[in-house]
């Protein structure tokens, strides 16, 4: 759930995942657009990766406090472009 939060926020934000893009392309995408959220981005792709395909399971209070420092810098980032975004719109 929480890499398709991630993913919702980053379409919002603007980067939209390409058709045949894996999750970890995803990811690296997104946290190339958004460094300062770089390393929190790679760390909740790593983990989901390897809950969706690996029988090694992530613990899930490191995959929940990721989420959040991700969560809010996106949603920041967000309402700092909204104004630019409708402007563009008129």
């Avoid at 991630?6 to 058709?19: D, F, K, Q, S, Y």
């Avoid at 390897?50 to 090694?56: A, G, K, L």
Wanted: charged residues 30%; positive net charge; glycine residues 8%.
């Amino acid at each position: 759930q929480i890499f398709g939060r991630m993913t919702t926020l980053g379409r919002i934000a603007g980067v939209t995942p390409a058709h045949a893009q894996t999750a970890s392309e995803y990811g690296a995408t997104l946290g190339a657009r958004f460094p300062d959220q770089q390393p929190e981005i790679e760390a909740i792709t790593e983990l989901y990766v390897r809950e969706r395909w690996s029988p090694d399971a992530p613990e899930p209070s490191t995959l929940t406090e990721r989420w959040q420092r991700v969560r809010d810098g996106l949603v920041r980032r967000i309402g700092e472009s909204l104004p630019a975004r409708l402007r563009r719109r008129k």
